[in-house]
């Protein structure tokens, strides 16, 4: 196993707003690869808490749904310029 199941750190858990909170620091967070903004999968497991940043997905969409429901309009075509006849292939 790595260096992080082997080091161990100390927190207060405070309130934040109506939730609560643990602040993790910089170094936790770069030893457990958490970056500003990552998303987290939280699981209560027989020892505690357990922490995973989640794997993260590129969003893929099909051409149907990325053309679902474009008009003329909502494509704002009325905007595309026009060509000029000199600029016409032949």
């Known amino acids: 196993m ?10 207060t858990v405070q309130q934040w707003g ?3 909170a643990l602040r993790i620091t910089r170094a936790v967070s770069e030893l457990a690869q958490l970056p500003k903004g990552a ?4 699981q209560v497991t027989e020892h505690g808490l357990l922490i995973r940043p989640l794997a993260e997905k590129p969003e893929s969409f099909a051409e149907d749904e990325l ?3 474009l008009t003329p309009h909502t494509a704002h075509a009325d ?3 026009r060509l000029l006849t000199s600029e016409y292939r032949a």
């Open 18 to 20: 109506n939730s609560l």
């Open 2 to 11: 790595g260096l992080q199941s082997h080091v161990g750190f100390e927190g």
């Open 67 to 69: 053309l679902a429901g």
């Open 79 to 81: 905007e595309l310029p």
């Open 39 to 42: 998303k987290v999968r939280m």
